[in-house]
């Protein structure tokens, strides 16, 4: 299963796909077999960022958000079901953490 997580969802053409299909198809498992089918693509629903210059911290907040919060889920396509954009506190409290760890300016 692979999770396409897409903030600015669209009728497009993964050009991934092909190549990740053909990957998964040759690696074996660890009993030594090899996948019968194709991998089974999912498009999860994100929060969509409201201006245009916030998509930076919109990825990062989301990966954040599934490194602390999803990691232990089984059903992704649950866990992550929100759609509306993030609050001005939540996208605040990223630019934090990564101006903290990685860049002092950016605030």
């Known amino acids: 299963m692979v999770y396409v997580l897409d903030l ?4 497009r053409d993964l050009e991934i ?8 198809r040759s690696s074996t498992n660890m009993k030594g077999q090899r996948a019968k089918n194709w ?3 999912r498009i999860i629903e994100c929060p969509k960022q409201s201006g245009s210059v916030e998509c930076g911290y919109y990825v990062l907040r989301y990966m954040y958000e ?3 919060l999803y990691y232990e ?3 992704l396509e649950r866990a992550f079901a929100r759609s509306k954009p993030y609050t001005k506190n939540e ?5 934090e953490i ?3 760890y990685f860049c002092e300016e950016c605030l």
């Open 17 to 24: 796909k092909l190549t990740l299909n053909v990957v998964f």
């Open 73 to 75: 889920f089984e059903d």
């Open 98 to 100: 990564w101006a903290k």
């Open 66 to 68: 599934i490194c602390t």
């Open 8 to 11: 600015m969802p669209c009728d």
């Open 91 to 95: 996208i605040d409290g990223i630019r």
């Open 39 to 41: 991998v089974n693509w």
